[in-house]
């Protein structure tokens, strides 16, 4: 069971998205299997919105398209509204309202085509301190406003990229003051022509083999479209993203631009995080998610 929350991270703003510890009824009057039987779930070949890119789920995967991705986070889990995503895959055989419920949610970030140049010369140890760092300064932010401190305890997987595919996939271990249990927060960037599609699962540190298997098979069948890729950047006409790798890992722009002690980060609540961007530098704080448990 995954007993930790999916969250949104934000680049100076944080989405505190609280979900049922078990399955309740939806608002309206329905039951939760009325409520699941409305979803549009879809299986095989799925071109994502925007044909920027494609999944070609296998049998024990199944997509959520945008709208129902919505309902899921609203009505199902209690969120208020406003997201933009691409959609969110889930494991065909949990119900996403129960206890064991997970998903990835599925975002692109359109900052240019990122230089992946220093991918070989990364000193991860060096990038963990100075995110603990900045995490520890945006602490102090953090219970101005009332959450808890959250820890970057380190690595639950080493940042790796896999130069032939262009996909970067790392795992954090995190910590409330106030969490019985510790975090896993995998992270999966797929790097493309002209931005990079965002996959995010969060789950409970006891899960880590699990969830490293499965996230193993959505780096596998997630990929840009023909002529989105990597290689189909055009210098001459292209926009190149200002930041490399290494910022990719640590914030993206705001870790490229010294923003740590700004970073807002994650949020720990009950059962999962799901880790969102908000698109902007005035959005800080203008949303905050909260449910009661």
């Given amino acids: 069971m995954f007993n930790n929350l999916f ?6 703003a944080s989405l505190n998205l609280s979900f049922p510890v078990a399955a309740q009824e939806p608002p309206g009057q329905i039951t939760v299997e009325e409520f699941l039987a409305s979803l549009k779930f879809q299986a095989g070949k799925i071109e994502l919105p925007g044909g920027i890119a494609s999944l070609n789920l296998p049998d024990t995967f199944r997509y959520l398209p945008p709208a129902d991705t919505e309902r899921l986070l609203t009505q199902g889990w209690g969120n208020p509204g406003g997201y933009s995503t691409l959609g969110m895959i889930l494991p065909a055989g949990v119900n996403p309202l129960g206890m064991d419920g997970w998903g990835v949610i599925i975002t692109y970030e359109e900052d240019g085509h990122v230089n992946d140049e220093d991918a070989d010369t990364i000193d991860y140890d060096s990038l963990l301190k100075d995110m603990q760092e900045g995490m520890e300064q945006a602490n102090e932010e953090r219970k101005k406003q009332g959450y808890d401190a959250l820890t970057l305890v380190g690595w639950a997987e080493n940042p790796t990229y896999d130069r032939a595919s262009h ?48 996230m193993q098979n959505v780096v596998a069948f997630s990929n840009f479209t023909p002529g989105n890729g990597y290689t189909d950047f055009n210098a001459s006409t292209d926009k190149a993203a200002t ?51």
């Fill in 167 to 214: 996909k970067l996939y790392w795992a954090k271990e995190l910590v409330s003051d106030r969490a019985n249990q510790h975090t896993l927060n995998y992270n999966i960037r797929l790097l493309g022509r002209k931005g990079v599609l965002v996959l995010n699962a969060v789950a409970g540190m006891e899960q880590i083999d699990a969830i490293k298997a499965e």
């Fill in 243 to 293: 930041y490399g790798i290494a910022a990719l890992v640590a914030g993206g722009a705001a870790a490229k631009m010294g923003l740590f002690a700004k970073l807002f980060a994650l949020l720990i609540a009950f059962k999962k995080m799901v880790i969102f961007g908000v698109i902007g530098l005035g959005a800080i704080l203008k949303k905050v998610f909260s449910r009661k448990e």
């Fill in 7 to 12: 969250c949104f991270l934000i680049l100076l």
